[in-house]
């Protein structure tokens, strides 16, 4: 099936990033999409992407000098989770997972994923992406997981916090927040909006944050130097709580698809000294994922 009209593939030729990560650093935040003809996309997705398989991925990662992955399932795959727990099975025990799931899976369907790598659910709160799911049911997945030791991960925009909030700190388990919580860029860190999160973030030990995807939220462009001070905040305020990844393949991006050598070397930008680099690619993944 062709993909969906204007939809831009991943960057065919990454640069080599001048900034070489330490021993063991981990893209905490990546995708697996098919190959089509052996994991279909899911008829209620609202984008059909271009194939993005875990042999590209893997390939990408040895590129960038990355050692492991955290593969999140994508919405285009809905709650079927071959793909991605194939990508684990793949990866010699350098690849953890994220699911997807609704109600109805089943203990035994948990169990496979776990024993693949799994460790963790998605909630998708992006209308645009998803329909929303009863926070009933949620609160009902969340329980399950939680047996597992798994954790949960939200991805809202900015504006929702406010709605969604005593929802959030009401979850059993370790709450790790996409993408710096999709804060409004011509706001400035200063804003309400964005203090309030770090107040979450204060409040709340077990809440965790990815600092990733400013090419979704950058108003001039790479190397996206307007949301430095979003994730450099996070990192200095919350250092053994942020965890860093790609975003690769990138998918529904508006205009072009982002140099994944830019986005590491964006790391120096927002952890600006060794130590801190440490924690946030290696430390603190290898910490939530695989302790």
């Given at each position: 099936?062709?993909?969906?009209?204007?939809?831009?593939?991943?960057?065919?030729?990454?640069?080599?990033?001048?900034?070489?990560?330490?021993?063991?650093?981990v893209d905490a935040h990546c995708h697996v999409f098919g190959p089509e003809h052996k994991f279909p996309y899911a008829p209620e997705r609202k984008y059909t992407p271009c194939d993005a398989p875990k042999e590209k991925l893997f390939a990408l990662r040895d590129f960038l000098e990355l050692d492991k992955n955290v593969i999140v399932q994508a919405s285009c795959h809905s709650k079927d989770n071959r793909a991605m727990v194939d990508a684990l099975q793949a990866s010699h025990g350098r690849a953890k997972g994220v699911a997807f799931v609704g109600e109805e899976v089943?203990?035994?369907?948990?169990?496979?994923?776990?024993?693949?790598?799994?460790?963790?659910?998605?909630?998708?709160?992006?209308?645009?992406?998803?329909?929303?799911?009863?926070?009933d049911v949620l609160a009902r997945i969340a329980a399950r997981v939680e047996k597992l030791g798994w954790h949960i991960v939200v991805y809202f925009e900015m504006p929702d916090l406010p709605e969604l909030e005593d929802f959030f700190t009401a979850l059993p388990t370790t709450v790790v927040v996409d993408h710096m919580g999709t804060p409004g860029v011509k706001k400035g860190v200063d804003h309400t909006e964005n203090q309030r999160f770090h107040r979450l973030m204060d409040k709340r030990q077990n809440f965790w944050v990815k600092?990733?995807?400013?090419?979704?939220?950058?108003?001039?462009?790479?190397?996206?130097?307007?949301?430095?001070?979003?994730?450099?905040?996070?990192?200095?305020?919350?250092?053994?709580?942020?965890?860093?990844?790609t975003d690769w393949p990138h998918p529904n991006m508006k205009t072009e698809a982002p140099d994944d050598g830019v986005l590491v070397d964006n790391i120096r930008k927002v952890a600006t000294t060794a130590a801190a680099q440490q924690r946030l690619l290696v430390d603190n993944p290898m910490r939530l994922y695989w302790s």
């Open positions: 099936m062709p993909m969906s009209p204007g939809y831009i593939p991943f960057h065919p030729n990454p640069s080599k990033p001048k900034f070489k990560p330490p021993p063991g650093a089943t203990d035994d369907e948990l169990k496979w994923m776990d024993r693949a790598g799994v460790r963790g659910v998605r909630f998708n709160f992006l209308k645009r992406l998803v329909d929303f799911t009863p926070r600092v990733t995807c400013p090419e979704r939220m950058s108003l001039g462009g790479a190397p996206y130097d307007d949301v430095v001070p979003f994730g450099r905040a996070l990192v200095e305020h919350f250092p053994h709580r942020v965890i860093w990844g």
